[in-house]
């Protein structure tokens, strides 16, 4: 069986390929994310691509499933919050709203990248009281998520609805994962 590496200390992705049965190693790409393009839109896929070909120099023979994550808003992307103050920024800015979740996905192998993909989401936050933004910032559950929530904690009671990979907003869409690695003829 081919060796699948991971290249994302990410618990949530771990918590996906764990549950849909993959069996893999984490090694964690230290890589900084520094996107080259000049259209946001791809610097998911471009990330996702750096941190899967850092840990492929590290581990050759085995296949290197990188990814990324960002949370786009008219055409521009939002990060993970720094601070309290602008993860309340952020969800203000997304709430009543419908945004774009798009996570880059790399497959490397012996120093290569061998596939970049990327999925689509978009996400229509309700109208949320001042009072529900700041109860959830306050839980600090937004301080490492891109776009400040996450769909799978309380994040998910300031979502009215998504079009879309349910997974891909957590940070690993299944099914183009799947694809991915079949196409490869890689076994999970």
Request: aromatic fraction near 6%; charge should be neutral; include cysteine.
């Amino acid at each position: 069986m081919t060796k699948i590496i991971l290249a994302s200390g990410s618990p949530r992705r771990r918590e996906i390929l764990t549950q849909i049965g993959v069996d893999f190693e984490v090694v964690v790409s230290n890589e900084e994310e520094c996107p080259k393009s000049a259209n946001p839109l791809d610097f998911p896929r471009e990330n996702a691509a750096m941190k899967a070909l850092a840990v492929s120099k590290k581990v050759p023979g085995a296949y290197v499933l990188g990814y990324d994550t960002l949370v786009f808003l008219d055409g521009k992307p939002l990060g993970k919050p720094k601070t309290p103050e602008e993860a309340l920024e952020m969800l203000q800015k997304l709430n009543g709203k419908t945004h774009k979740v798009i996570t880059g996905i790399a497959l490397a192998k012996d120093a290569q990248v061998v596939d970049t993909q990327q999925e689509e989401t978009q996400v229509l936050f309700r109208e949320n009281s001042l009072r529900e933004l700041k109860d959830y910032v306050n839980s600090k559950d937004p301080m490492d998520k891109a776009g400040a929530y996450g769909i799978q904690t309380r994040g998910a009671r300031l979502i009215k609805s998504i079009t879309g990979c349910y997974y891909n907003v957590v940070g690993l869409p299944v099914a183009l994962t799947l694809e991915m690695l079949a196409k490869r003829e890689v076994e999970v």
